[in-house]
């Protein structure tokens, strides 16, 4: 046998189940753990300290005596969830129960027991204890954008030491700055630094686009959704305002941090937990609110990605992570629907609103990971086509990708600005 790596959705697919489109509930362990029990659990197990909770009550918007869900980063007042105090025992949200049942549900169904499933054994407890890497890290990243080379020394200010550009996130070398592009830096600069004339107009546009904060649909969108609706059956709430806003979390006010936390469940409706191996976190709320790691600490650093959310009026229906590496190349690593309302048009429209928004920018190139069973959806409904290694590259231009194993990454171009 090959040792080779394949997605849970390519293996479901050749296991002749592609059409359940749900992997990680249908994947086993030898000894009858899902997938998503699996995943589900090393994010539950996650030390309140080691994790960024929300500052602000998920329901009423404001701060003081809150306490966080056991499993996400929702935090909440006790009388706001019917509680006369904080819990003594552990708690969670409606989102995460609903996700614990069905952990419960999967453990006790046929499939597991035939998979090995032992009643009165903890089968997970068995393979934490082998501690089995769920997301490995790609180390094959970093480099100077300009030479190609990935030494650096940032002990001390010399020839080697290395920048990055807060909105393309290039790494450069100080000393390729100076010999190829005349940048003269004598130390590391306070606060943000860019590249280049594009990346700080691209910075402007976008933190213009954020303090302009939601923005009404045009008519043509709203026909999109109306359409969509009827197609269905159904009748479109036209009394409740449909609006779209982009949201940065290292700049998030107490309303766009409240966007954000109500974009989590969201994606997790659709995507289980993504475990970062060496630090246990659940990489979907990180990147959501855009966090750093803590000082001193590894971990993936996500300051750069924006999220972009639809909203029926104050509900977060529909959420797009965006990052825009410059004018070159921006990317769309996540995206989600509320289980409830898909098929409605609100993605197909929220996808139209960023593509508005990346032309207004002229970013050239718009990329996106797809798992295998989505990527039919995003070429024929959304223009995307694969693309050849060398050639994603060449657009990038020393800028990387955001890393997902098991997806390919597709290409569309963006269309040029009207005249």
């Known amino acids: 046998m090959r040792n080779i790596q394949v997605s849970p959705s390519a293996f479901e697919a050749h296991a002749g189940e592609g059409s359940r489109r749900k992997p990680y509930d249908n994947i086993y362990t030898s000894n009858g753990v899902s997938l998503h029990e699996l995943s589900m659990r090393i994010s539950k197990d996650m030390q309140l300290s080691e994790r960024e909770t929300d500052d602000l009550c998920r329901e009423c918007g404001l701060g003081g ?6 499993m996400c980063p929702r935090s909440f007042h006790p009388a706001c969830v019917g509680l006369p105090g904080v819990p003594s025992e552990e708690w969670f949200c409606d989102n995460c129960t609903i996700l614990v049942q069905k952990e419960k549900a999967l453990a006790a169904n046929k499939n597991a027991k ?28 970093g480099g100077c954008a300009l030479c ?15 920048i990055l550009c807060d909105q393309c996130e290039k790494e450069y070398h100080v000393g390729c700055l100076r010999s190829e592009w005349q940048v003269d830096l004598k130390e590391l600069p306070e606060g943000e630094w860019f590249c280049c004339d594009s990346c700080s107009e691209i ?16 008519e043509s969108d709203l026909d999109i959704i109306r ?11 036209t ?3 449909i609006r779209w806003q982009l949201v940065a979390g290292r700049s998030a006010t107490a309303d766009g941090n409240s966007l954000l936390s109500s974009a989590v469940p969201v994606i997790h409706q659709s995507f289980d937990p993504i475990i970062e191996a060496h630090t246990g976190r659940d990489l979907i709320p990180e990147m959501v609110h855009g966090r750093r790691p803590k000082e001193g600490m590894p971990g993936q650093d996500y300051s750069g990605m924006y ?14 992570l965006l990052r825009v590496m410059g004018g070159d190349v921006a990317e769309l690593p996540l995206v989600a629907t509320s289980m409830d309302l898909q098929g409605l048009g609100y993605f197909q429209v929220l996808f139209s609103c960023i593509e508005r928004l990346l032309v207004s920018l002229k970013v050239k190139h718009f990329m996106l990971p797809a798992a295998h069973e989505a990527e039919a959806i995003w070429m024929k409904k959304f223009g995307f ?14 800028g990387h990708l955001t890393v997902f194993h098991g997806t390919l990454n597709l290409y569309k171009a963006v269309p040029l600005p009207e005249s």
């Open 65 to 70: 005596d809150i306490f966080p869900c056991k």
């Open 114 to 141: 035939a998979a090995g499933r032992q009643a009165g054994v903890d089968s997970i407890e068995q393979i934490l204890k082998r501690a089995i890497r769920i997301v490995p890290i790609c180390d094959d990243l």
């Open 148 to 162: 190609k080379k990935k030494d650096f020394n940032n002990s001390v200010f010399d020839e080697r030491t290395v």
């Open 203 to 218: 910075r402007s546009s976008l933190d213009k686009m954020i303090s302009e904060g939601a923005q009404p649909l045009s």
């Open 227 to 237: 359409k969509k609706h009827e197609s269905k059956g159904l009748i479109m709430d």
């Open 239 to 241: 009394d409740t305002e």
């Open 307 to 320: 999220c972009a959310v639809l909203t029926v009026g104050s509900n977060v229906v529909s959420a797009a």
């Open 385 to 398: 086509s694969k693309i050849p290694q060398d050639q994603m590259e060449a657009y990038l231009n020393g």
